[in-house]
């Protein structure tokens, strides 16, 4: 009797031993699978991220002045600035506020504050030439230029310049320059024929990536525009200190630029440069 006992005890503990046995065995089982599963999902985690990673450093540009980036701005690298190939044409401050639309003569000449307006009031000439501003927007503190950027001064104005032109002229502030390496080489826009300027060749390459559009300005009088097709104006804010002058860089002969100063009525053209 008490051997039947003690063999139903070993066949107990028999069964005990491989049933712990086997429920580790599928308790390791299930946690190697886990865990392989945690291990294959992180590496899969890790690829990821290498990927993209790997995606964001070579497949983005990096800071190409003549590619476009900062809100489509395309720009190109003159001297040591990096200037827009294209005319501001924004309808809103850095900081989202609106700048209104100024259609009418009268109500432009009696402003205090800034605003904008198409050549001829034309929405389509705007498309090409960007926006003509008033010098009130020029010197808001709410900002004029897109992020990333800020509107060419007039000592940024007098570096170009520098670069372009070959003497002074021998009217002040005139600046006897080679206006070809500077204008859109297309020819659809400017009237003068540039490739024959009295009788002399000159090959259109712009060399500088400025691509000068005659886009005008309106007028002191403010009910009329001038130059589209012929010149090109560009506000050049001179400061000093706490005080802000209007003067315009101006091209309004083949041959020449002017920095002059000028009555902040106008509506003229704004280039920004990069920050």
């Known amino acids: 009797m008490e051997s039947k006992k003690k063999l139903v005890i070993k066949r107990e503990l028999n069964s005990s031993f491989f049933l712990f046995i086997f429920t580790n065995k599928v308790i390791i089982f299930v946690l190697n699978n886990a865990i392989t599963k945690a291990v294959q999902c992180n590496i899969v ?35 040591s600035k990096i200037w827009a190939t294209k005319n501001l044409n924004v309808d809103h401050y850095s900081n989202g506020d609106p700048i209104p639309e100024v259609k009418d003569s009268a109500t432009w000449a009696n402003l205090k504050t800034g605003a904008w307006c198409y050549y001829n009031n034309d ?8 926006k003509l501003y ?12 897109p992020e990333g950027f800020r509107v060419a001064t007039y000592l940024d104005w007098m570096d170009f310049i520098n670069l372009i032109c070959y003497e002074k002229s021998t009217r002040q502030n005139w600046y006897a320059c080679r206006i070809p390496d500077i204008i859109d080489p297309s020819k659809k826009y400017w009237i003068y024929d540039y490739v024959s300027i009295h009788n002399n060749p000159v090959q259109l390459s712009n060399p500088f990536g ?3 559009l005659p886009s005008g300005y309106r007028g002191f009088d403010s009910s009329k525009f001038y130059g589209m097709n012929k010149q090109a104006a560009w506000w050049a804010p001179y400061i000093d200190g706490d005080a802000t002058y209007c003067k315009i860089i101006g091209i309004f002969d083949p041959f020449v630029i002017m920095a002059l100063p000028y009555s902040n009525i106008l509506g003229v053209s704004v280039r920004c440069i990069k920050n």
Do not use: W
């Not at 995606?55 to 190109?76: A, L, R, W, Y």
């Not at 929405?123 to 960007?130: T, V």
């Open 210 to 212: 400025f691509s000068a």
């Open 134 to 145: 008033n010098f009130h927007a020029m010197i808001d503190p709410r900002g004029l230029a």
């Open 45 to 79: 985690k890790k690829a990821l991220l290498i990927f993209v990673i790997f995606s964001i450093f070579f497949g983005c540009k990096k800071d190409n002045p003549t590619s476009p980036e900062n809100s489509g701005i395309e720009t190109v690298i003159i001297g």
């Open 123 to 130: 929405p389509a000439l705007g498309a090409i030439y960007g």
